[in-house]
């Protein structure tokens, strides 16, 4: 257990409190532009269902984030309690603004300072998040595969699809290179700067660092060899609840005489990986959701109305759990201790 440490000065406070009332203001602006009449009438359409999808998505929450904490190596140790909050503070900076993982990765990291160094949150971080790739990149290939098998789409869709899944199965081989730890792009990077004489030199004056947590990350696997399946479960156990909360969702919105499918519901969850990765910089991924699942849910159940208000029900979820993200870091900036060395 770290030893109590002396209370943040009152400049960090009040730095804390303007972080806070920034996000709050991002918050504001977003609810805003997707339109409180448009959330209000998804939420009608579930009704008190919407509590179970907000859970549901806490779940996934927790799921990345006790993945996050067995990615932390000892003597270094991180609690749920430390990387819920800190996953969820990460994810809202990350939605409301369009800098997505520049904003949200390093603000996981600062989250957790009061408990371990920053190299060792960066490479937890790392660590899991090299993980929950592979399962997307796994995700996307399959429900694009299975969309391609199963259903007769336009040519137009069908060609964007191929492109896709040839693109996530090259993906995937590259993740998985990476967290077999044979492939060292950071270092090899650098050398060729150094070579080519472009590496700034307050790049190359962090270079053995940041080859240190390279090494960190990409050796993970191999240095600890019983972690690997529980960290997959966790991440496997992220996407099932997606597909649980979609599969929910559909069957709230789909008329009496249509009942959802597991594929259909899997299908939906996988473009909205897909659309998660390849939109990171749009904030709340706002009019390209809506068009992407409405196109999805045309082939799927002849109604792209209803991948509409599908995308509708899943940013109001999105906009609850954003809420809470500004709440983290309002109480994380002012209550917190001071961070450890790096």
């Given amino acids: 257990m770290p030893e109590p440490v002396?209370?943040?000065?009152?400049?960090?406070?009040?730095g804390g409190a303007a972080a806070a009332l920034g996000g709050l203001a991002l918050f504001a602006y977003t609810v805003r532009e997707t339109g409180l009449e448009t959330v209000a009438l998804g939420l009608r359409r579930v009704g008190l269902v919407f509590l179970v999808i907000i859970a549901l998505s806490g779940l996934r929450f927790a799921a990345r984030?006790?993945?996050?904490?067995?990615?932390?190596?000892?003597?270094?140790?991180?609690?749920?309690?430390?990387?819920?909050?800190?996953?969820?503070?990460?994810?809202?900076?990350?939605?409301?603004?369009?800098?997505?993982l520049f904003v949200s990765?390093?603000?996981?990291?600062?989250?957790?300072?009061?408990?371990?160094?920053?190299m060792a949150a960066l490479s937890g971080i790392a660590v899991e998040n090299l993980f929950y790739i592979v399962t997307v990149a796994a995700m996307i290939a399959g429900g694009t595969l299975a969309l391609l098998i199963e259903f007769p789409v336009p040519a137009a869709l069908r060609v964007m699809s191929l492109v896709a899944l040839v693109g996530m199965l090259g993906f995937l081989a590259i993740a998985m290179a990476l967290v077999s730890g044979r492939f060292r792009p950071l270092t090899w990077g650098l050398a060729l700067?150094?070579?080519?004489?472009?590496?700034?030199?307050?790049l190359m004056g962090r270079a053995s660092k940041l080859q240190m947590l390279e090494d960190r990350v990409?050796?993970?696997?191999?240095?600890?060899?019983?972690?690997?399946?529980?960290?997959?479960?966790?991440?496997?156990?992220?996407?099932?609840?997606?597909?649980?909360e979609t599969y929910l969702t559909v069957a709230?919105?789909?008329?009496?005489?249509?009942?959802?499918?597991?594929?259909?519901?899997?299908?939906?969850?996988?473009?909205?990986r897909f659309i998660n990765v390849a939109f990171k910089f749009v904030p709340m991924r706002l009019g390209v959701d809506e068009a992407g699942t409405g196109i999805l849910t045309q082939v799927l159940y002849g109604a792209a109305a209803l991948g509409v208000t599908l995308a509708v029900v899943r940013k109001a979820r999105m906009l609850v759990w954003t809420g809470v993200g500004v709440v983290f870091l309002g109480l994380r900036g002012l209550s917190r201790t001071e961070p450890r060395d790096a």
């Fill in 193 to 202: 700067l150094d070579r080519l004489s472009f590496a700034p030199a307050v």
């Fill in 6 to 14: 002396a209370r943040p000065p009152i400049a960090r406070r009040l």
């Fill in 218 to 244: 990409y050796t993970f696997a191999r240095r600890h060899p019983s972690l690997p399946l529980p960290i997959l479960l966790c991440e496997i156990s992220y996407h099932a609840l997606g597909v649980a």
């Fill in 65 to 100: 984030a006790w993945a996050w904490v067995l990615c932390t190596e000892p003597p270094h140790r991180l609690r749920l309690r430390d990387t819920f909050p800190a996953l969820v503070s990460g994810d809202a900076l990350g939605n409301l603004t369009p800098l997505g």
């Fill in 252 to 272: 709230m919105l789909l008329p009496a005489t249509t009942a959802p499918t597991l594929l259909g519901a899997f299908l939906l969850e996988s473009i909205n």
């Fill in 105 to 118: 990765e390093p603000t996981k990291a600062a989250f957790v300072r009061d408990r371990v160094s920053l």
